[in-house]
């Protein structure tokens, strides 16, 4: 019998074993052949009712898929998320493109207020890559939920490949079936064909794309990165790290020696400097709380859970403690916690911003 793919998340069909990739059940199969439509049960519960089962890839597969990358003559399309750049880095990636191109895209643009500018955005995003040493022959912002950019990216695509294949890569959760998607249903109208889900993980194997001159687009699974602050979180509260709508900032004149905790995933601390206004940029929905700084470990310690969440129940159980990251401030800057979001500080001002151990709190030019 001939290899059957689920179009939802690649895995190769089986109707034997409950537990692994790709099952189906056999009235399911044969439903999906004859409509042309066949999608995997873990895909089927994802799409239709939100659920995930828990199958999971080795980090043995991402480096199978890597090296094909790099084996292969293609394009490479690494999608970010701009809100998360830390998270979305793929350690080693300029060693396994080798001598591919490589066409940046900071996706989920929507998220950021209008007042950013793209421009910025850009320079920023291209610095960082630079930074991981990465040469982006390009870089285009969109957002793949609102639609936003996805002409102008199917037109830098087409553009780079040169008539080449074109994969897509990037860590879990940066949106990158949710881009293919918008980019299948520009060209041909069909909507939502390949799953997506707030889930880290949702794709689980290569997924191939026709285009029109017999080359194709993969879609891939996206690596795991271990620091991203999704995998501390039940699929209940994934939603205050992945906003859906724009952000809108929040501004706290703070003294000196005071704290403001972001909900109980993160902590940000005015150590030293005068009196000044800090704008906050988080999930519209994330609580964020004010008390002094003496004493906020202890604070911390008795409320996370209750009047600090997330997390929350079990989730707090498995979370990591805040490790603090202190920075001293001479002008406008911002605090960024990755995957979270951001605090604009005027400075000048001694700061420090704490997160989960291993979630990345760095400093950058404020881009507003
Ligand atoms: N706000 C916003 N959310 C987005 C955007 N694109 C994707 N998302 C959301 O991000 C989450 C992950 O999207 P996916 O497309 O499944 O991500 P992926 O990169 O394919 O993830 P894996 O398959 O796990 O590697 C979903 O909840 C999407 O709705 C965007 O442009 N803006
Ligand atoms: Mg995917």
């Known amino acids: 019998m001939e290899e059957l793919l689920c179009i939802g998340c690649g895995a190769t069909i089986q109707t034997e074993d409950k537990g692994k990739l790709g099952y189906t059940p056999q009235s399911a199969l044969e439903k999906g052949l004859e409509t042309g439509e066949l999608y995997c049960q873990r895909c089927f519960r994802l799409r239709h009712y939100n659920e995930i089962s828990d199958v999971q890839l080795t980090d043995d597969d991402f480096l ?9 003559d293609a394009l490479v ?3 970010v998320d701009i809100f998360d750049f830390n998270g979305s880095v793929i350690p080693g990636l300029p060693r396994f493109v080798a001598g591919n191109d490589v066409l940046l895209v900071g996706n989920k643009k929507d998220v950021l207020p209008k007042s950013v500018k793209d421009s910025k955005v850009t320079q920023w995003l291209t610095e960082r890559a630079h930074e991981e040493g990465l040469r982006p022959v390009d870089v ?34 940066v949106g990158k079936s949710t881009l293919i998607n918008a980019i299948i249903q520009e060209i041909t109208g069909d909507k939502d064909i390949i799953t997506t889900s707030r889930f880290p993980g949702t794709t689980l194997d290569k997924i191939e794309i026709p285009l029109a001159d017999g080359s194709h687009i993969y879609d891939t699974p996206g690596i795991i990165h271990r620091h991203q602050m999704a995998h501390y979180l039940s699929a209940k509260n994934l939603k205050y790290i992945s906003p859906k709508k724009e952000i809108k900032p929040k501004t706290y004149q703070l003294n000196p020696e005071q704290t403001l905790f972001l909900g109980g995933l993160g902590r940000f601390d005015f150590v030293a400097g005068d009196k000044q206004g800090f704008t906050a940029y988080f999930d519209n929905e994330l609580k964020l709380h004010r008390t002094k700084l ?8 008795k409320h996370v859970g209750s009047l600090l969440v997330p997390p929350v129940g079990k989730e707090k159980e498995d979370f990591p403690a805040l490790v603090k990251h202190e920075f001293t401030i001479k002008d406008k800057t911002d605090i960024v916690f990755s ?13 420090a911003g704490w997160a989960p151990e291993g979630v990345a709190v760095v400093t950058r030019k404020a881009i507003i």
Do not use: M
């Open 294 to 301: 003496e004493g906020a470990s202890g604070f911390y310690d």
């Open 339 to 351: 995957g979270l979001g951001w605090i604009r500080v005027s400075g000048p001002a001694r700061v």
């Open 140 to 173: 285009v912002l969109t957002s793949a939920q609102n639609k936003l950019a996805i002409k102008d990216l199917i037109d830098k695509i087409e553009y780079c490949r040169k008539g080449r294949d074109v994969y897509v890569v990037g860590v879990t959760n």
């Open 77 to 79: 399309v690494n999608v």
């Open 64 to 72: 199978r898929l890597l090296h094909e990358v790099g084996d292969s």
